[in-house]
Antibody, heavy 118, light 107 residues
């Protein structure tokens, strides 16, 4: 069965960096595009970033463009989100998701909590 | 800037009621729309993709319709386990914007 497991969350000061990982299993990783979606405490869902199945295309929300980088390693079946210049407003649960054909988020991980605070 | 809006922001209905949630895109997105359900304390779940296709395992009381800019999610007979926040999402191209959500509870 498809499994997505995020790791790397934690507490970081404003201006700091963090890298999230999403380990995947149960399917052919290199066949599917992936997303990162976040949810601030008590708030709605916010799409963060997308990467195509082969890593050749990426897209970012304006709120993270230039600060976050999405990447993938097919040899490790793992998705990453490098987050730099973190702001208090980046505090959220971060979910990795696997697409159903057509960019729909069919499978979701349990999330990794990122807290940006001084 | 592209935007997704949803109405109502919240609703309260009785068990067995028919419930309708509306989602509107600020620009046409053909039928590239998804609906997700997020129960309290849980991870979001894909309900509907391509505006009207029911995801495998989702009860048939859920249905979606619409194309272009206006979309609808309908629950034909509300059940206690349907208490959740429902989100629509643009899925034709980036940014893959979510709507603000509609909270559904039982009267």
């Amino acid at each position: 069965q498809v499994q997505l497991v995020e790791s790397g969350g934690g507490v970081v000061q404003p201006g700091g960096s963090l890298r999230l990982s999403c380990a995947t299993s149960g399917y052919i990783f290199s066949n599917y595009a992936m997303h990162w979606v976040r949810q601030a405490p008590g708030k709605g869902l916010e799409w963060v970033a997308f990467i195509s199945y082969d890593g050749s295309i990426d897209r970012y929300a304006d709120s993270v463009k230039g600060r976050f980088t999405i990447s993938r390693d097919s040899s490790k079946n793992t998705l990453y989100l490098q987050m730099n210049s973190l702001k208090v407003e980046d505090t959220a649960m971060y979910y990795c998701t696997r697409e159903r054909r057509g960019f729909y988020s069919e499978y979701w991980g349990q999330g990794a909590l990122v807290t940006v605070s001084s | 800037d592209f935007q997704m809006t949803q109405s109502p922001a919240s609703l309260s209905a009785s068990v067995g009621d028919r419930v309708t949630i509306t989602c509107r895109a600020s620009q046409g997105i053909t039928n590239s729309l998804a609906w997700y359900q997020q129960r309290p304390g849980k991870v979001p779940k894909l309900l509907i993709y391509a505006a009207s296709s029911l995801q495998s395992g989702v009860p048939s009381r859920f249905s979606g319709s619409g194309s272009g800019t206006d979309f609808t999610l309908t629950i034909s007979s509300l059940q206690p386990e349907d208490v959740a926040i429902y989100y629509c999402q643009r899925c034709n191209t980036g940014p893959f914007t979510f709507g603000p959500g509609t909270a559904v509870d039982i009267k």
